[in-house]
């Protein structure tokens, strides 16, 4: 009973708003207070005290290792890794049996990642112990932020960070060993991720099944399986729903953006990961219209001092509709049929710098996938995940597997419908950053994750 209720305290202590700044919380913050504020009066009864998991139950350090950016130099790059100090406690713990390889999502200063003083991420310091077992958890920065922040970060460009959190986790398992952590020999890694980290864990999972990948560093990772939530496995299918939402010709004139500013993060990091190659004949502020320009955002992108909220609030203020006939420029998109040029230059350019990343296809994986998303989400589209299910899910369908949120773990649902009266909430309403919360509980507690 006293670990049950540790473990639901854990869960409860362990999420945060994904996709927005610490400052703008809203009804998912709302809820998420709510739920760690009954939790820990629960557990303050149970014990006669008040609880304080993390300080006891989580360590910290930093790692700072060698990996390679998009041009194949090699770059000195950042993580933060957590694992569990009561090891030989009352749990009974050991060594570390298992590594998790935890991958942010979008983020666009430094104080957002996860070596930033305010991460959005997930809060895995209190997942160290999660489902009884004792973790060590790997947490890249991206190339890009951390100790790299005066670099691009190649946003989408999968194969250059699948490859930097590859070298995260082998950097932190001979950092933790030189700490005397305890690791056993037997350990095995999952590889978790949300929103961009959905897609960052898939393309790790492809990077280590690949032939690109070094036989040793296949044998010291131990992949035992991936989680990927509401994740861009296809940048372009992004892309066409948000040309579909916004298409001027429907009876409301086309919906405006949720979550405009991914636009030129895709289309930056695409120009300085295919200047020599597809993108060498275009520049980045050649893609857009003279109204997105004034918002000053390709600038703000560069200098990393705006959070993802706080762009786009600017774009919002700035302009009065964000379709994406609004923020493309009319020599990449006919303004009167919102669909692309597919003759223009610069779709050929983008296109093919789409196509180089997509994951959903061309790739044969060995061990488990699961895949989560919401059909609600107007910042990750669902047909990310339909692109999954006709190219690699149609393909190894014993291997990759999809877990529906209308069929998502009933426990991990139930436990966020009755901390509050949330009866009225549906999969159908949820949003991207609570679908986040359902996300990790389910890898947490779900009987189809984790086990």
Not at 287 to 295: G, K, V
Not at 368 to 393: C, Q, T
Request: hydrophobic residues 35%; negative net charge.
């Amino acid at each position: 009973m006293k670990r049950l209720i540790q473990l639901f305290a854990l869960m409860l202590l362990t999420i945060q708003p994904m996709a927005a700044q610490p400052q703008t919380r809203g009804f998912f913050g709302d809820l998420l207070d709510g739920l760690k504020e009954g939790a820990m009066q629960k557990i303050d009864q149970y014990f006669g005290g008040k609880a304080n998991f993390s300080d006891v139950w989580a360590g910290s350090f930093m790692v700072y290792y060698d990996s390679y950016d998009g041009q194949k130099n090699k770059v000195k790059l950042s993580a933060k890794v957590y694992y569990d100090k009561r090891l030989d406690s009352w749990l009974d713990f050991t060594d570390i049996k298992h590594i998790l390889l935890n991958c942010h999502p979008t983020v666009t200063t430094n104080l957002e990642a996860p070596s930033g003083s305010k991460p959005l991420d997930v809060d895995v310091s209190r997942m160290v112990g999660a489902d009884g077992h004792s973790y060590l958890i790997v947490c890249p920065d991206y190339c890009g932020y951390g100790v790299t922040p005066q670099m691009q970060h190649p946003y989408l460009i999968h194969d250059v960070t699948a490859r930097n959190c590859v070298d995260a986790v082998l950097a932190a398992i001979e950092a933790a060993k030189k700490r005397g952590i305890s690791i056993s020999d037997d350990y095995q890694t999952d590889i978790i991720g949300y929103s961009q980290g959905g897609a960052t864990a898939l393309a790790c999972a492809k990077y280590l099944e690949s032939d690109a990948c070094p036989i040793e560093i296949k044998q010291k990772i131990k992949l035992r399986q991936t989680a990927c939530g509401d994740g861009p496995y296809s940048t372009y299918a992004t892309v066409m729903q948000y040309m579909e939402w916004g298409d001027p010709t429907r009876s409301d004139g086309g919906m405006d953006l949720d979550y405009p500013c991914v636009l030129p993060l895709i289309v930056a990091a695409a120009k300085e990961a295919y200047n020599n190659g597809c993108m060498r004949t275009v520049d980045v502020e050649d893609f857009f219209t003279e109204d997105f320009l004034q918002t000053d955002i390709i600038r703000l992108l560069k200098t990393k001092s705006i959070g993802t909220d706080d762009l786009n609030a600017r774009i919002i203020e700035r302009m009065a509709r964000r379709r994406p006939i609004d923020i493309f420029s009319e020599n990449l998109i006919d303004k009167a049929t919102g669909k692309f040029k597919e003759d223009s230059n610069l779709y050929k350019c983008l296109k093919r710098a789409m196509d180089i990343a997509d994951l959903s296809k061309g790739w044969k994986p060995t061990h488990p996938i699961w895949f989560f998303h919401l059909k609600s989400d107007r910042v990750v589209p669902y047909s990310n995940l339909e692109a999954v299910k006709n190219g690699i899910m149609k393909d190894y369908p014993t291997l990759v597997h999809n877990v529906e949120p209308e069929d998502a773990h009933e426990s991990a649902y139930s436990m966020v419908k009755s901390a509050k009266d949330l009866s009225d909430v549906k999969f159908d309403k949820v949003d991207h950053s609570q679908g986040g919360v359902i996300f990790y509980m389910d890898y947490m507690f779900g009987d189809k994750l984790h086990k």
